[in-house]
């Protein structure tokens, strides 16, 4: 499962992005971005979450710890890895 900026799903992307099980989540939400990720992992069994690391598109100082939040609320495992 992948999430993506709720932003993309618009036409023509929607249906592509529903189709392959792209979960929208609004980065910019009161509610905040772990808690709408840790609500979705819960609605489901079995479920993988990938997120790009930070630095990708500019250097960053330091690494933030979201996923960290993500995965001890949800009681997931972190897996590391690379392409």
């Known amino acids: 499962?992948?999430?993506?900026?709720?932003?993309?799903?618009?036409?023509p992307f929607k249906r592509v992005l529903d189709w392959a099980?792209?979960?929208?989540?609004?980065?910019d939400s009161a509610n905040g971005l772990t808690e709408q990720v840790v609500a979705t992992i819960q609605q489901y069994d079995n479920?993988?979450?990938?997120?790009?690391?930070?630095?990708?598109r500019k250097k960053a100082k330091k690494m933030k710890?979201?996923?960290?939040?993500?995965?001890?609320?949800?009681?997931?495992?972190?897996?590391?890895?690379?392409?």
Do not use: C, Q
């Open 65 to 83: 710890s979201g996923f960290y939040h993500i995965a001890a609320k949800a009681n997931i495992p972190i897996v590391m890895f690379s392409f």
């Open 47 to 56: 479920i993988w979450i990938g997120m790009a690391p930070e630095g990708t």
């Open 21 to 27: 099980g792209v979960i929208p989540v609004k980065r």
């Open 1 to 11: 499962t992948v999430l993506g900026k709720d932003s993309l799903f618009k036409p």
